[in-house]
């Protein structure tokens, strides 16, 4: 639970000023002189509103001020999935809450209780509760880029994805992927081709046998890279609910020792999804597969 994670984590409070005043003050000048530049401050004094505050380092790591500035409207959609209406303290948030941000778009807590992280989008929260007189701020490490749709989409405009995609529908799997929540590591094209031929004509051939490859790489719950850690088993909705197994360094994350996570966090409105190198197949069909001969 979200009270549980905040016994271990400072809890930062700034009384006496309006949302803006308090921003400046914590040091978050980017997002004040972003929500300016895009006409926001006054918006953002209007109401009351819950904050996640990106720092600047965040803001500076997405992009150079020009950079940033080039295209107001796409901005603006930016800063507005950063704020939500009315008060949302530590206490009331809980894992896999989404609440509706000004943008429209829904924004997704999860709380990892074994290394006491909190995030919001994947982002991880650094202060809590820094109060305001017309509403609180959150301080996150990085700028929440809103979702353009679900698994579904995201796989289907991904041409990276294509095989994934054509083998989803061949499965007829579109409806486990709109779960919600949902973690999906995603081989890629070329993972795909890493395969024998023989292989992928068993796949392609036993659709019930294809299903579970494919179910082995979706996991019921969401698991932001954030959350991961070393020797961590996840379940997968396969039907055996067989386990993944993680190995995270500072090398970065492997799935079961030979698949290798190469872009992590890619958001969704249903969960998130991680592309990975190889396909990840059960231990039980090794033998099937004729592998580890």
């Known amino acids: 639970m ?30 004040v002189q972003y929500a300016t530049a895009c006409g926001l401050a006054d918006t953002i004094l209007g109401g009351t509103f819950t904050i996640f505050a ?7 790591a997405l992009g150079t001020e020009q950079e940033l ?8 959609t930016i800063l507005l999935y950063h704020l939500t209406n009315g008060v949302i303290r530590s206490t009331d948030a809980k894992n896999e809450l989404t609440v509706e941000s000004v943008a429209g778009l829904k924004v997704r807590f999860n709380i990892y209780e074994h290394n006491n992280a909190v995030t919001v989008e994947g982002a991880k929260i650094s202060k809590f509760d820094l109060d305001a007189s017309n509403g609180i701020v959150h301080v996150i ?20 994805l294509s095989t ?10 579109t409806g486990i992927i709109q779960s919600d929540p ?35 790489h979706l996991v019921p719950h969401t698991e932001y890279s954030p959350g991961l850690y070393n020797r961590e088993y996840l379940r997968t909705l396969d039907a055996k609910r067989d386990v993944i197994r993680l190995s995270v360094s500072g ?17 969704a409105t249903n969960g998130v999804v991680h592309l990975i190198d190889h396909v990840l197949v059960p231990l039980r069909y090794w033998r099937t597969f004729g592998f580890g001969k």
Not at 69 to 76: A, I, M
Not at 141 to 160: A, F, Q, R, Y
Not at 164 to 173: E, G, H, R, Y
Request: overall charge neutral; charged content about 15%; some cysteine.
């Open 2 to 31: 979200f009270r549980y994670c905040c016994i271990f984590l400072a809890v930062h409070c700034v009384f006496g000023g309006n949302l803006v005043e308090v921003l400046q003050a914590n040091g978050e000048s980017r997002l």
């Open 164 to 173: 994934l995609l054509s083998l989803v529908q061949k499965a007829n799997i």
């Open 182 to 216: 949902l973690t999906v590591f995603a081989p890629t094209n070329a993972a795909f081709s890493r395969l024998s031929s023989n292989v992928l004509n068993r796949l392609n051939s036993d659709t019930a046998l294809l299903k579970e490859v494919l179910e082995y």
């Open 251 to 267: 090398r970065g994350v492997s799935v079961n020792s030979y698949g290798h996570v190469i872009t992590a966090d890619i958001p």
């Open 69 to 76: 500035l080039s295209d107001k409207t796409v901005l603006t």
């Open 141 to 160: 490490d990085k700028v929440m880029i809103p979702p353009t749709g679900g698994v579904v989409d995201l796989v289907s405009g991904n041409k990276d």
């Open 54 to 60: 990106p720092t600047n380092a965040a803001f500076d």
